[in-house]
């Protein structure tokens, strides 16, 4: 997988001399035919190649390793008592750094209530539709969002009382949350926007968090991600909410030290878990459980550019993440889903 939006602090998904070269690596890497592999824990072994391929390499071949380990049942390989699926926080709009031309703010998302996971599945499709009609594009993210061209603020107002008329009809709890993404934005010190009203602004510091919370406010927010740039660790933790979710993605980067940094700040409440940020399953797992010891709550991420890959959905449950972003539309991001669901009906 790879991001269209990617963490400075993340680890490189492939060195300079690129994939071919890494293939060949992994043709030529005989320590391994010596290695045995019968637990999770014996992914360390492999930790050793980290520098040389990079992120991707290794991820690819541990979820190789730990299909083979598990016979195909990761999740039940890793904890066969696993009962809770995580909650699906579907991206229904969506610009930045997905689209060409659009709105400035990166995803728009649903975080739904419903009673089992394959509610809450269903409850996403039906809301998103329902919001492609309302717009009237046909035009999508590489995510599979829709992509309007309007302003910022005229997109959430849109969302947000599509969600509201929908989750009345449906008659169960949907809520919006926010990717911001907004180490996209941050540039020569000011947080720049092309149409966040309708037209250009550049915001400092104080502005952008009095935008955040007022959207917050005005919106009702369940989920915030990203609201300031990546290195931000005082400005997350001033934003005003009594029940959001205040997530880190950029601003941790699936790194034990950084989440540490963000727990000393007060930052977050909740960070993003992408395994090829971390650079492998070990040190991803690391950061899970830090999270899960201090509360922080944890969100298993897809990336922009995604796989037919299915793993995150295995972790997802193995590892009682509370929620996932896997996208809504697009068969590498149903793949996941469908997955969960195949998952919560075996439990």
Same mark, same amino acid.
């Given at each position: ?9 993340? &680890? ?5 001399q %690129?994939?071919?070269?890494? *293939? ?5 890497? +005989?320590?391994?035919? =010596?290695?045995s592999?019968?637990? @999770? /824990? ?6 050793? #190649?980290?520098?040389? &391929?990079?992120?991707?390499?290794v ?15 990761? !999740?039940?390989f ?13 991206n229904?709009? %969506?610009?930045?750094? +997905?689209?060409? $031309?659009g709105?400035?703010?990166?995803e ?22 329902? *919001?492609?009609?309302? @717009? ?12 309007? #061209?309007?302003?910022?603020i ?20 949907? $809520? *919006?949350?926010?990717? !911001?993404?907004? =180490?996209?934005? !941050? ?6 926007y ?10 400092? $510091? ?5 935008? #955040? ?16 740039e990546?290195?931000s ?7 005003k =909410? ?5 997530c ?18 007060? =930052?977050?409440?909740? #960070? ?15 950061? &899970? /459980? @830090? ?29 009682? *993440? ?13 793949v996941?889903?469908k ?9």
């Amino acid at each position: 997988p790879s991001g269209a939006s990617v963490g400075s602090h993340e &680890v490189p998904a492939f060195p300079k001399q %690129g994939v071919d070269f890494c *293939i060949d690596f992994l043709r030529s890497f +005989h320590e391994i035919e =010596s290695m045995s592999f019968r637990d @999770f /824990d014996d992914l360390r072994k492999i930790e050793q #190649i980290l520098p040389t &391929v990079g992120a991707n390499t290794v991820i690819a071949l541990e979820y190789a390793l730990l299909k083979a380990m598990s016979k195909g049942d990761v !999740w039940r390989f890793l904890n066969p008592s696993a009962k809770k699926l995580p909650t699906p926080l579907g991206n229904c709009v %969506g610009g930045g750094a +997905h689209v060409k $031309r659009g709105i400035d703010i990166q995803e728009i998302l649903l975080v739904p209530e419903g009673k089992d996971f394959y509610e809450s599945y269903f409850v996403n499709k039906y809301i998103y539709n329902k *919001i492609g009609k309302s @717009f009237n594009i046909k035009n999508k993210t590489d995510e599979g969002a829709w992509a309007p #061209i309007t302003s910022d603020i005229n997109a959430l107002t849109k969302v947000f009382d599509v969600v509201k008329d929908s989750a009345n009809t449906l008659n169960m709890k949907v $809520r *919006i949350g926010i990717d !911001w993404a907004a =180490s996209e934005l !941050w540039q020569q010190n000011a947080y720049r926007y092309k149409n966040l009203r309708g037209t250009q602004q550049n915001l400092t $510091r104080q502005q952008q968090l009095k935008l #955040i919370n007022e959207v917050v406010s005005t919106f009702k927010l369940k989920y915030l991600e990203d609201p300031f740039e990546e290195n931000s660790f005082e400005e997350f933790s001033k934003v005003k =909410s009594s029940d959001a979710l205040i997530c880190g993605d950029d601003l941790v980067c699936t790194d034990l030290a950084r989440l540490k940094e963000a727990i000393k700040y007060k =930052s977050v409440n909740c #960070i993003i878990i992408k395994p090829n940020q971390a650079g492998s399953l070990i040190r991803t797992k690391e950061v &899970v /459980d @830090f999270a899960a010891k201090k509360g922080i709550a944890t969100v298993i991420s897809h990336r922009s550019g995604e796989t037919m890959d299915n793993t995150i959905a295995h972790l997802a449950v193995a590892w009682n *993440i509370p929620y996932i972003k896997t996208g809504i539309f697009g068969d590498e991001r149903q793949v996941k889903l469908k997955e969960l669901i195949k998952i919560e009906k075996e439990i």
